[in-house]
């Protein structure tokens, strides 16, 4: 390295080990790299990281600056495209032969052709290289840096850019347990719990009560399919089932809050009359949703005596939302004597042959009680339980079903 090299390389460092540390964001971490390269003389017109994810669904994320405005974080889901064109990438040859690559666009040589090599070309770039970046686990990922300068990158330059990979592997590891810790709580727990335990409710014990209108949906037949059906064919209509429930429910503004055998809890939270009762449409519209995506599973999918049926049942009140459990095993989750009755109801969905039943609190909620199957005693109350029907044609678009559901009982008497 030259002199100035050597100062803008102790520079750069110095702000890698310090104030590069405290920034969270992948983005603002390139953007601000860039820029220091690029006010010290170092023309880097393009920056990418390429860091495979522990994700269920995405294979790697990448950020993405360019000098051109481009600022832009990019997920790679598993599919056999893009292993195509991970294949085809510079990438490869970094993860798997654990070596730099670097593509030089000027002179007389041939650049290696790879799937990004004309990408770059028409880009007006002139040297390109990608560096491994080691993770302290004993991983490699990647990051590129890209110059549209006449004579390209440097020998002095390229040195510089292999020396910044350490620390700034070390920045991106940190942000990239975070994000890691963040999925798979989101992944295992849900959303709102997993953001109450990366807070700090990690104490047995730790958590609050909550309003909530908690929902069970619950297999019927689950047993016979599961005596029936080799495991891979239980365990793909098994996700097909839950895909159904969970997509149903977060497009509804609800939380999937765990599997338990066939079954799914989930809850829509409120905190006044007014939210209470958007919940309660919510939570009926999701119900709703859920029942005709399991319809269109058994149309598309399954043979008659492999057809879904789900019982789902809406309850609402007070719940203890938070860890219960062991010393050294909690579990995130609601409980309380308004998830058991939601659970016991679920069980009288296939008794009264119905879809979908809801309780008198929910009525109340609705502020209707047209509908009323009856009273049943159910297990560990001792007082009869009233619940009531939601046929997915009382079932409105704004979630009303109250007047709708009263019109069809009318019409019956008659």
């Not at 029936?228 to 996700?239: C, F, T, V, W």
């Amino acid at each position: 390295m030259t002199i100035n090299t050597t100062v803008l390389a102790a520079d750069v460092m110095e702000w890698l080990y310090g104030e590069a540390v405290m920034i969270g964001d992948s983005l603002e971490l390139i953007e601000t790299l860039a820029q220091r390269l690029r006010k010290s003389g170092v023309l880097v017109d393009r920056i990418t990281t390429s860091i495979p994810l522990l994700h269920p669904n995405v294979r790697a994320e990448s950020a993405l600056w360019s000098v051109d405005g481009e600022r832009e974080m990019r997920r790679y889901f598993e599919s056999s495209e893009t292993n195509e064109v991970y294949l085809a990438s510079p990438l490869k040859v970094v993860f798997t032969d654990r070596r730099s690559v670097r593509i030089r666009l000027i002179g007389d040589e041939e650049p290696p052709r790879f799937g990004i090599t004309q990408d770059l070309i028409e880009g007006g770039y002139t040297d390109y290289i990608v560096l491994p970046m080691p993770f302290s686990d004993g991983s490699l990922k990647g990051v590129s840096f890209a110059t549209r300068g006449k004579n390209g990158f440097s020998g002095a330059e390229i040195g510089l850019l292999e020396a910044i990979t350490r620390p700034l592997a070390l920045i991106c590891e940190l942000q990239t347990l975070k994000r890691t810790s963040r999925t798979l709580m989101e992944t295992y727990v849900g959303h709102r719990a997993g953001e109450r335990v990366l807070e700090g409710t990690v104490h047995r014990g730790d958590g609050e009560t909550i309003s909530a209108v908690v929902g069970f949906a619950d297999l019927r037949g689950f047993t016979e399919l599961s005596n029936e059906l080799p495991g891979d064919k239980l365990i793909a209509l098994l996700n097909a089932y839950f895909e159904a429930i969970t997509s149903a429910v977060e497009a509804h503004g609800g939380e999937v809050l765990k599997f338990i055998g066939d079954e799914v809890m989930t809850v829509f939270p409120y905190d006044c009359p007014e939210s209470a009762m958007a919940a309660s449409r919510q939570a009926l519209l999701a119900a709703r949703d859920a029942v005709e995506k399991i319809s269109e599973i058994n149309r598309t999918c399954c043979e008659k005596s492999q057809e879904l049926r789900v019982g789902i049942a809406l309850h609402a009140g007070d719940v203890f939302f938070g860890n219960v459990g062991a010393k050294t095993r909690l579990d995130f989750t609601v409980v309380g004597p308004v998830v058991n009755l939601a659970s016991r109801i679920a069980g009288l969905t296939r008794d009264l042959n119905q879809d979908i039943l809801v309780s008198e609190a929910i009525a109340d909620i609705m502020g209707c009680r047209a509908g009323l199957m009856g009273s049943f005693q159910v297990k560990g109350f001792a007082d009869p339980v009233s619940v009531f029907m939601a046929p997915l044609s009382a079932i409105g678009s704004d979630g009303d079903w109250c007047a709708e559901t009263a019109r069809v009982l009318a019409l019956e008497a008659n």
